[in-house]
Nanobody, 122 residues
């Protein structure tokens, strides 16, 4: 069973940047796809970005394309989400998730962290 711990959230003005980190323990994540999801108040959790096991393939929801970048360091068992040009509508709790597969399939992310709050102020 993998444990995921997110960090790096906070309050940032519109147009600012944050870098989220997700540290995994309990098992290696190097052979599994990883992803970030988010959940805003009153809304369902949504997929934000995903990365395949080698990092060769990434996927993003349309609203963050060109602004967010997902990456991973398998040697450190860590995944990152670089968020630039933040908007108030990016405000949400951001969750790291691990898949049981090597490639991104949104429905197959089954292990979750506790989340980190990101707030974009206008």
């Amino acid at each position: 069973q993998v444990q995921l711990v997110e960090s790096g959230g906070g309050l940032v003005q519109a147009g600012g940047s944050l870098r989220l980190s997700c540290a995994a323990s309990g098992r290696t994540i190097s052979t599994y796809a990883m992803a970030w999801f988010r959940q805003a108040p009153g809304k369902e959790r949504e997929f934000v970005a995903g990365i395949s096991w080698t990092g060769s393939s990434t996927d993003y929801t349309d609203s963050v394309k060109g602004r967010f970048t997902i990456s991973r360091d398998n040697n450190k068992n860590t995944v990152f989400l670089q968020m630039n040009s933040l908007k108030p509508e990016d405000t949400a709790v951001y969750y790291c998730a691990a898949s049981g597969l090597r490639y991104i399939r949104v429905a197959e992310f089954r292990s979750w962290g506790q989340g980190t709050q990101v707030t974009g102020s206008s």
